[in-house]
């Protein structure tokens, strides 16, 4: 069973309803909560887990070789978020636009872009007794946290154990980080 806790306004208490859905389901069976609200992760305020792994999440950005670089502004073209800007003398990559889709790189025709991890924020992985608890971080500034709830999402059911329940804690609101979270 997967069981999304959401809400379209904060503050309505779906952290500690999430919480305590967890903690009481932890008392008979093993059951795994993901804090998907990134940017406020605070479901372990209440769970007080023992936070035992963390892991990067990373955004592929792209990165310009000047000496192959013809200037031809493809890649400014190709891009649907504007985080390439070709001027006559220089490509500027404006990293926290990237959306990591690749398109700049694959449709330059000089195969003077290569793409590099830029980090966006962390996956922390903790325990209470057959509770696990999975919270996504998301950078201070970043503007993206689809890929940190992304990579947190990829940690359901863990390595093992696919027949345990799962409860989301999902962010406030109606935007891409609450449609990522309960898709």
Same mark, same amino acid.
């Given at each position: 069973? #997967? /069981? ?20 009481? /389901?932890? +008392?008979? !069976? ?8 990134? &940017? ?8 007080? !887990? ?5 892991? @990067? ?6 990165? #310009? ?11 400014? +073209?190709?891009?649907?978020?504007? !985080? #390439? ?6 490509? %500027? ?15 330059? @025709?000089?195969? !003077?872009? /290569?793409?590099?991890?830029?980090? /966006?924020?962390?996956? &922390? ?16 500034? &970043? @503007?993206?946290? $689809?890929?940190? %709830? ?5 940690? %359901?059911?863990?390595? $093992? ?5 799962v409860i989301i804690d999902v962010a406030p609101g109606t935007s891409c980080p609450v449609v990522e979270a309960v898709n």
């Amino acid at each position: 069973m #997967i /069981v999304s806790v959401a809400s379209g306004k904060g503050g309505t208490g779906k952290t500690l309803v999430a919480t305590s859905l967890a903690l009481a /389901v932890s +008392e008979r !069976a093993s059951v795994q909560i993901l804090d998907c609200d990134v &940017e406020e992760p605070n479901a372990n305020l209440f769970l007080r !887990a023992s936070i035992e792994r963390t892991e @990067p999440v990373y955004v592929p950005t792209p990165r #310009i070789d000047a000496d192959r670089c013809n200037h031809c502004g493809r890649c400014a +073209e190709v891009c649907a978020y504007h !985080a #390439i800007a070709s001027l006559p003398s220089k490509v %500027i990559v404006f990293p926290e636009l990237c959306h990591g889709c690749g398109a700049c790189s694959y449709l330059c @025709p000089e195969s !003077a872009i /290569v793409e590099a991890n830029r980090q /966006v924020g962390v996956v &922390e992985v903790g325990y209470r007794g057959n509770l696990e608890l999975v919270q996504g971080r998301l950078n201070t500034g &970043e @503007p993206m946290p $689809t890929p940190v %709830i992304r990579k947190t999402k990829m940690c %359901i059911y863990g390595q $093992t154990d696919n027949h345990r329940d799962v409860i989301i804690d999902v962010a406030p609101g109606t935007s891409c980080p609450v449609v990522e979270a309960v898709n």
